[in-house]
């Protein structure tokens, strides 16, 4: 009924945890980029887990790739550092026995060092998760990538003609559901951490935005007011002081680079 989709890259920390949080699936699609670490003899410890190893080929690609590898046509997006809590376990075989949208949306709860931040726009982090792939595609972008439903060029006749005849999907062949609850992801556990990752995205980030002084000094000042005072960073405390410094940094590193 359900495959789940896991990118991993020397991703042990976490992985236990995660793969635990998946045994109500029938399938995890795990896909390797060169791991060095436990990350393969853990996911070996899992009977509905198969482990496949490939060439990163970017986020959007390999994600893609894991979804074409499942068995099922529904499929649950995982990052190896996110975990799928009880309640949306719950729901989510709940929605599969009768689906009304062919895509869903799901909350996602961030821990930023050590602790859930539930303001500056990082709750609920609505992120499209739970798709049927036969009716949903990673849209291509090499980061920020997302799913979007595929239109009826990119469908098989038989896959086309199966969407037109579907009575409970009549008024939402065009839309994205939603779910009630959320998965746990573990962001960042250090400040370390957060700069080497952003300062990576950062790089990817660069190739899309044109370079200009004046974006360089007013976009990541606006980040800063943005998430601290519009969004509510100054209820975090000293996180998220840290998080909307972070984040105006990365703003930053993005046009200048």
């Known amino acids: 009924m359900l495959s789940v989709v896991i990118l991993t890259l020397n991703s042990e920390k976490y992985l236990d945890e995660v793969l635990k949080s998946c045994e109500f699936a029938d399938e995890v699609v795990v896909v390797d980029s060169g791991s060095s670490d436990a990350t393969e003899q853990i996911c070996s410890g ?14 959007s690609a390999q994600k893609q790739l894991g979804v074409d590898l499942a068995r099922n046509r529904w499929v649950f997006v995982l990052d190896s550092d996110e975990v799928i809590l009880e309640p949306l376990r719950e729901e989510i075989l709940q929605v599969l026995q009768r689906p009304e949208f062919y895509a869903y949306e799901v909350a996602r709860a961030n ?12 709750y609920p982090d609505y992120t499209v998760r739970l798709f049927d792939k036969t009716r949903a595609e990673f849209d291509g972008r090499e980061i920020h990538e997302k799913v979007v439903l595929k239109s009826a060029a990119k469908m098989s006749d038989q896959i086309r003609a199966d969407t037109a005849k579907d009575a409970n999907l009549t008024a939402a062949k065009n839309e994205i559901g939603r779910l009630k609850n959320h998965f746990k992801h573990y962001a960042y556990d250090s400040i370390e951490q957060f700069i080497a990752k952003q300062n990576r995205y950062s790089s990817l980030g660069a190739k899309g935005a044109k370079s200009s002084k004046f974006k360089a000094v007013l976009n990541p000042a606006w ?11 100054w209820r975090e405390g000293w996180r998220g002081y840290v998080i909307a410094r972070l984040y105006a940094q990365y703003t930053f590193w993005k046009y200048v680079k």
């Open 46 to 59: 899992f009977k509905n887990v198969k482990f496949h190893k490939e060439k990163w080929r970017g986020f």
């Open 111 to 122: 821990i930023f060092f050590g602790k859930e931040v539930r303001n500056m726009g990082l």
């Open 223 to 233: 980040t800063f007011f943005k998430l601290f005072f519009l969004k509510g960073g």
